[in-house]
């Protein structure tokens, strides 16, 4: 996930006038991110229902945010936060692909701690308590403990109405997100269909409990987008990501995303670069239209 080099990279981008000059987030919700940052000219078709839900989980409740097109049955998506959990900038990219066609969940993976959101708009990862703070909750995001979350929401969203369990189950995740979905496609291997990681952090590591261990275990298909600062940091990931996938027969887009930091994708971050967001977004609805069947 998220750490200090990252971070200092990031933070020099935006101290060079890199980064966008954007709203102030600490006064804007869910509804002011989607229409700063969502126009008309990039939006699906659908009207949507939009609604919080306290999901049961093993270990508490989970409150988490429940997205779907006003009609029929429609694949279900399973959405992992970065580090600062669930937010306004992320239940506008949940409403994003319900309009799509995708009933979403949003998850608050924080919820043995808090309830969403976690931190205030205006929290930094660079402020030393924050980040203590943050890296507590995160570090009870075991394997064995993710794995056994993502299988109780995959639980909830069969159960719900406007999912159509007949076809497979998509997960995205940003950040720490990246590899909550490698946990979630092996946990459900029959279920889940596709995974998309955004600035994924930590997904190869020299661990008996690394993601990439996992990739035999589940037949998804995956969708691999890698921050530049990233991959500058750990450049061997990608490969071993690559000859894993090759070796288990799984397809795999696995690419470097130029220009783009550690955090591109959501609006609210400090580093949001909307081209290559958009790109990834293009991408993520590629996978799930071809994989979600």
């Excluded at 308590?129 to 909750?137: A, D, I, N, S, Y």
Aim: charged residues 20%.
């Amino acid at each position: 996930m998220c750490d200090e080099l990252t971070e200092k990279d990031n933070e020099k981008f935006a101290r060079n006038g890199g980064a966008l000059n954007r709203r102030d987030f600490s006064q804007l919700g869910a509804a002011g991110i989607f229409a700063a940052f969502y126009p008309t000219s990039v939006l699906g078709n659908e009207t949507v229902v939009e609604s919080s839900v306290d999901v049961a989980m093993p270990n508490g409740v989970s409150d988490s945010y429940f997205v779907h097109p006003a009609g029929g049955t429609h694949p279900a998506v399973l959405i992992w936060p970065d580090i600062k959990g669930l937010r306004p900038a992320f239940k506008a990219m949940g409403k994003r692909l319900a309009m799509s066609g995708y009933s979403v969940l949003v998850v608050n993976p924080f919820y043995r701690d808090a309830r969403a959101p976690v931190v205030g708009p205006d929290a930094s990862f660079r402020d030393p308590e924050t980040r203590k703070f943050l890296r507590g909750m995160a570090g009870k995001l075991t394997q064995d403990a993710s794995m056994s979350d993502a299988i109780a929401y995959i639980e909830f969203l069969d159960g719900q109405d406007s999912v159509d369990a007949s076809r497979k189950i998509g997960t995205a995740g940003y950040c720490m997100g990246g590899p909550l979905i490698m946990r979630t496609a092996a946990a459900a291997p029959d279920r889940v269909g596709a995974a998309a990681s955004f600035h994924g952090g930590g997904l190869v590591r020299d661990a008996s409990d690394s993601p990439h261990l996992l990739i035999p275990r589940s037949p998804a298909h995956v969708l691999h987008a890698i921050a530049e600062n990233d991959d500058e940091r750990n450049p061997e990931a990608k490969t071993v990501l690559a000859e894993a996938y090759k070796a288990a027969g799984i397809p795999a887009e696995i690419e470097v995303y130029e220009g783009a930091l550690h955090g591109w994708c959501p609006p609210d971050s400090s580093v949001y670069n909307e081209v290559q967001a958009e790109k990834a977004w293009a991408r993520m609805l590629a996978l799930f239209e071809a994989a979600l069947i």
